[in-house]
């Protein structure tokens, strides 16, 4: 039995991903990169902004022929659109190619859905909401030198645009020690990197105190750094509203954590911010950057930026761009702003024509590729350590600390290895340079 799986979105995506392919394994299943030799086809969808959502209806469409091709073809829909409340409705209208839906809250019921779906069950949907978190799931990972560890599930900030409290439910955090004790196994197995997943995780363990069990992120920084073997601790995404001072504390000091902060600002203006519901606003954000600058002068930091938010004015988004040329990221995502449905600001007045979007976003793109250059090219002559994990054609490529793209020459057998690469030329997206040794 084959399995064809793709994955849309983002980490928490991907982490799912490997758990869905650890349980497939458990069934027997092999996986396969070719829709016509799969007798499964999974997608693991994202529902962020639209365009995630109509990339996976055109693809379902180019399905049909396969499950004509062969009837007892199962085809399941996983992930955020599967957990959204009327998806069933609207799947079973428009792609009655798919068996089964599968919301984010239960995974671990996939392989009931595909022994039902090929028991001729028809068209079945999971979209219950559960606070239960079930632990050691199996797991296949693509890279044995790194790996994803969730932290947290959910979040609980409701910022008036994001769909994802709804289709990811409310924040939950593993207790501390099963996330020890998984970061532990994966070090174990020769992962020499991890990373910390949530979609806060300056929130972990805030539901409980930050007693017992749980902590404070900080103090699971503290305790994952002992872990002897491991080199390189990464972490994703951070909140500026929740970032505690002795976090920053605890990465100036620590010798693993990696010196990289992904704050997500979304916009530069005091009352889009208000607007958005990010409870900060820009004076808060940019005390905070300096605050962390200071005590991690080394620090790269990375944003993500939404255009054409409901309301936004010219003067907002001269704002942003102001924003970004104070903070000098070392890079951002920049979306347009993408209305979701049973979120409140799909429901606001103003919003903003998709060509004035487009616009804008250039206008966004075109500030912070500068900046990204200039970032890139302050590190021309630095030594950076660099995570080799790809090779292709006679050249690696890794993560540096500051999780540029860094490319170099090197051999095959090189990945997996930390390399010391003094870098020779900067470009607006990647780095490039030559490996002095491993180190
Ligand atoms: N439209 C556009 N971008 C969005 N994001 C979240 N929701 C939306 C939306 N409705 C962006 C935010 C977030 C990133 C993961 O996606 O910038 O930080
Ligand atoms: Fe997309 Fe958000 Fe779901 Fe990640 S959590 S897959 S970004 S909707």
């Known amino acids: 039995m084959r399995v064809f799986l793709t994955t849309y979105g983002c980490q928490a995506n991907e982490r799912d991903s490997e758990t869905i392919l650890g349980l497939l394994a458990q069934m027997g299943y092999e996986k396969t990169n070719e829709e016509s030799k799969a007798d499964l086809i999974l997608l693991n969808t994202c529902s962020i902004r639209d365009k995630a959502e109509q ?55 996939l392989p009931e859905m595909i022994r ?78 991890l990373q910390f997943l949530g979609q806060n995780v300056n929130a972990y363990g805030k539901a409980q105190g930050h007693a017992g069990p749980y902590g404070s992120f900080a103090d699971l920084l503290v305790q994952a750094e002992k872990i002897d073997g491991l080199e390189r601790i990464r972490f994703l995404t951070s909140h500026p509203r929740d970032f505690a001072e002795d976090l920053i504390q ?88 993408s209305p979701r449905k049973g979120t409140p600001a799909a429901k606001m007045d103003k919003q903003i024509p998709l060509q004035e979007k487009r616009k804008r976003l250039q206008a966004v793109m075109e500030v912070q590729q500068a900046n990204n250059l200039r970032v890139h090219q302050s590190l021309i002559g630095k030594e950076l350590r660099v995570l080799a994990e790809n090779w292709e054609d006679g050249l690696l490529s890794g993560r540096a600390e500051g999780n540029q793209l860094t490319y170099f020459a090197g051999e095959a057998g090189e990945t997996g290895k930390f390399h010391q690469v003094r870098i020779t030329k900067a470009r607006i997206w990647t780095l490039e340079g030559e490996s002095c040794g491993h180190g």
Do not use: W
């Not at 004509?68 to 409340?85: F, H, N, R, S």
């Open 55 to 109: 990339k996976v209806f055109s693809y379902l469409g180019t399905l049909k022929q396969y499950k004509k091709a062969k009837p007892d073809l199962v085809i399941g829909l996983c992930g955020c659109m599967a957990q959204e409340t009327d998806m069933g409705d609207l799947i079973r209208q428009r792609a009655p190619q798919v068996d089964f839906i599968l919301g984010t809250h239960r995974l671990h019921r």
């Open 116 to 193: 039902n779906a090929l028991g001729g069950a028809g068209f079945q949907a999971d979209q219950e909401e559960t606070t239960e978190i079930v632990e050691a799931l199996p797991s296949v990972r693509p890279y044995r030198f790194k790996a994803l560890i969730n932290i947290t599930f959910g979040c609980d900030h409701f910022c008036s645009y994001c769909i994802v409290p709804y289709v990811r439910g409310r924040e939950r955090s593993r207790r501390m020690e099963d996330i020890l004790a998984e970061s532990r196994l994966r070090v174990e197995e020769g992962a020499k990197e």
């Open 250 to 337: 605890v990465i100036a000091e620590s010798r693993k954590v990696a010196r990289h902060i992904h704050l997500p600002v979304q916009s530069g203006s005091n009352r889009i911010l208000r607007s958005m519901n990010r409870g900060y606003d820009r004076e808060t954000y940019l005390a905070l950057t300096e605050g962390i600058r200071r005590q991690i002068p080394d620090v790269t930091l990375t944003t993500d930026i939404i255009v054409g938010f409901p309301g936004e004015s010219d003067e907002d988004l001269q704002d942003t761009l102001d924003l970004l040329n104070q903070v000098g990221f070392g890079s951002a995502f920049t979306f347009m702003y």
